[in-house]
C-alpha cells in the first residue's frame, strides 16, 4: 500500500485543521492505521491510532479531547481532525499503516510501522 499525506498548513493557535491520508495498491480496510508527528530536533512521536475496521481509536494523552482519527474504509482513507491547535502541535505529520490484520497497539510504535506516507507540514504559531 502507498500512502499520501494532504491537509497541512499554517493555522493559528486555537484553530483548526483536517489531515487526510489516501491509499492506494492495497486492502486499506485490513490495516490499524496512525499518525505520528516530528517536530524539529525531537525524535517522530505517536498521535493517534485507529483499528482497521474504525472501530477502536487510541491517543497520546497531550491531543485528547482535541484530535480526532477517523477513517472511511470505502474511500481509501484516513483522517485526523485536529482542533484547539497549540504552537507544540507544529510538527511534520505523518500517516502510517500497520501490518495487515493487525490490532491497534501495532501503530503505536515507531519501529512497527510497515508504511510511512510523506510528511505534511502543520504550523500553529503562538
Known amino acids: 500500500v502507498q500512502l499520501q499525506a494532504s491537509g497541512g498548513g499554517l493555522v493559528q493557535a486555537g484553530g483548526s485543521l483536517r489531515l487526510s491520508c489516501a491509499a492506494s495498491?492495497?486492502?486499506?480496510?485490513?490495516?490499524?492505521m496512525g499518525w505520528f508527528r516530528q517536530a524539529p530536533g525531537k525524535e517522530r512521536e505517536f498521535v493517534a491510532a485507529i483499528s482497521w475496521t474504525g472501530g477502536s481509536t487510541y491517543y497520546t494523552d497531550s491531543v485528547k479531547g482535541r484530535f480526532t482519527i477517523s477513517r472511511d474504509n470505502a474511500k481509501n482513507t484516513v483522517y485526523l481532525q485536529m482542533s484547539s491547535l497549540k504552537p507544540e502541535d507544529t510538527a511534520v505529520y505523518y500517516c502510517?499503516?500497520?501490518?495487515?490484520?493487525?490490532?491497534?497497539?501495532?501503530?503505536?510504535?515507531?519501529?512497527?510501522?510497515?508504511?510511512w506516507g510523506q510528511g505534511t507540514q502543520v504550523t500553529s504559531p503562538a
Open positions: 495498491g492495497g486492502t486499506f480496510s485490513s490495516y490499524p
Open positions: 502510517a499503516a500497520g501490518p495487515t490484520d493487525a490490532p491497534i497497539r501495532a501503530v503505536f510504535d515507531v519501529g512497527s510501522i510497515e508504511v
